[in-house]
């Protein structure tokens, strides 16, 4: 029954904006960790942002200051708002339920070019 929908990605400049959104069903966020992750071609999937039970965050150092992760519990929704973005920046952006095996969303396409 869980489910995790990506969605806002797209195409910006260098120094633009986006607010990524991942629709989470059938997960409880007291009682599982949420996550941002990214996958560039030829790399690993890394882990961008973190959101705990009780809504303390972590973020990897290359977004930190630029990128900020949040949840509506009541909407089921997690955001990723990210800022001054960076062509190194571009990836696969993945919605992930922590704890929740096998929980990955379709992913979503940021690319960050000129």
């Known amino acids: 029954q869980v489910q995790l929908v990506e969605s806002g990605g797209g195409l910006v400049q260098p120094g633009g904006s986006l607010r990524l959104s991942c629709a989470a069903s059938?997960?409880?966020?007291?009682?599982?960790?949420m996550g941002w992750y990214r996958q560039a071609p030829g790399e690993q999937r890394e882990s961008v942002a973190i959101?705990?039970?009780?809504?303390?965050?972590n973020y990897a150092s290359g977004v930190k200051g630029r990128f900020a992760i949040s949840r509506d519990s009541t909407k089921k929704e997690v955001y990723l708002q990210m800022n001054n973005l960076k062509p190194e920046d571009t990836a696969v952006y993945y919605c992930h339920s922590l704890g929740i095996r096998g929980s990955w969303g379709q992913g979503t396409q940021v690319t960050v070019s000129s």
């Open positions: 959101i705990t039970p009780v809504g303390s965050t």
């Open positions: 059938g997960v409880d966020f007291r009682l599982n960790s």
